[in-house]
């Protein structure tokens, strides 16, 4: 939806915001979809190549996984955006 731009900007904003706060050790707590996003990837390259053609999931960035697995995309960003707030209530909750 928001493309190499949109979420590129978004990323840069999020960790402005938290240095900016002074809680930059807080952002694997609230990123962790992110980081999982781009985890998924990078496991799924290495895999593929190390065993020559298998996969770990149906398709990488992980939303796509769970697309090809019968979720909406409406479901996905719905799932998504509900973790990454409760991710967002327990980071708050370490400051």
């Known amino acids: 939806f928001m493309g190499d731009t949109g979420s590129l900007a978004l990323g840069g904003f999020v960790a402005a915001a938290a240095f900016e706060m002074g809680i930059p050790l807080f952002i694997p707590i609230f990123a962790l ?4 996003e781009v985890l998924s ?7 593929f190549k190390a065993t020559h053609g298998k996969r770990i999931f149906r398709m990488a960035p992980l939303h796509h996984h769970f697309e090809l697995g019968g979720w909406s995309e409406t ?3 719905t799932v998504f955006t509900v973790l990454t707030v409760l991710l967002c209530l327990v ?4 400051m």
């Open 33 to 36: 979809i992110y980081l999982l």
């Open 41 to 47: 990837v990078i496991l799924q390259v290495t895999y």
């Open 75 to 77: 479901k996905v960003v």
């Open 91 to 94: 980071a708050s909750l370490g």
